[in-house]
């Protein structure tokens, strides 16, 4: 028996390989990916068949050779290109294959953010701008604490390349001002605890049973369900200008540093309790440090990563691109 494939088991396996190229354009969220998306739908839009020829297809080649002339006698090189290429069967040139130089291998994506209900909710943004490679392991995170009832409303900065960097900055680039551009900052969103740990979605407590225990920040259950088990917590409540220690009470509280560890975010170090409403210290933020690789990561593999080199170019880091990673900061090597 023969193993060539039948016509009906080639058209089946090609029509398998379009349904998997149509699903992995669609969950696609690198943004040269995203680019590629938009590319293919133009040009599905602009040379497919939405918008069907007038001019009959041609019966010999001596009319293709007719329109191929036409064309390059009009000075429509490119149309001829695509002319030729559709002539043979083959894949043409893309007319807007220069829109995808400036792409990035990672960048940055929008991703829904938790809007638990409170007086901040009205202020909480519904989206942030997270790293595309830091993307599915903090929708993991959100994923286990939604089952647990939890949200955690974050905030992020816009990724913009600084224009200016603080003289004390210059002798080693650490902590937000180099951080934050490279998408590896967040912070919880203020207004969301340190006011009432009735009410508030999230709060910095320690279970009443371990009084030699730090302070954590939790997420509260705030479904019907037996998800979280309810113990006494002594939780912490801020002011303007202080802060307070509530008397235990019972809560549901899920602690959120374990989840967010395994995600790759850590609190910055060393860590430190809010001091008032303002100074929320750092146990309401995160830094991700993966893929730093101590005496090895340039900053200009960093920003190459997330930004087009004009933009690396314009910014205050273009002179520092070439400073590694010390395992703390990047410094001149």
Known sequence: MSDTQTPSSSRSDFSGFIDALVEIMRSGVRPDVLEAQRVLLQRLANQGDVFPSRIPAPRNITEIGGYLNLLESAGREDIRMSAVASALGVAGPSPVAGFLADAVPVGFIDAANDRPAGP?????????????DFYAPLQSVKTTLHALGCALPLRTHRPILPTNLPDSSKASLTGNPILEPLGRCLEVYPGTLLK?????????ARPASLPTEPFRLVARAV?????????????????????????????RFQEIAPLMSAAGWM????????????????LTQFQNLTGLVADE?????ELALLYPPAAIARSALSAFTGWIWDGD????P
Do not use: C, K, N
Request: hydrophobic letters at 45%.
């Open 297 to 301: 990561t340039s900053l200009g593999e």
């Open 196 to 204: 009432d740990p009735a009410t508030d979605p999230l709060a910095l």
């Open 267 to 282: 609190h910055p170090m060393p860590l430190m309790q809010p001091a008032s409403l303002a100074q929320r210290g750092t």
């Open 329 to 332: 900061s990047f410094v001149l």
């Open 223 to 251: 479904d019907d369900g037996e998800a979280v088990a309810e113990e006494d917590w002594i939780v912490l409540r801020a002011s303007a200008s202080s802060v307070v220690t509530d008397p235990p009470v019972a809560y």
């Open 120 to 132: 901040a909710q009205p202020s909480i943004p519904p989206m942030i701008s997270i790293r595309a």
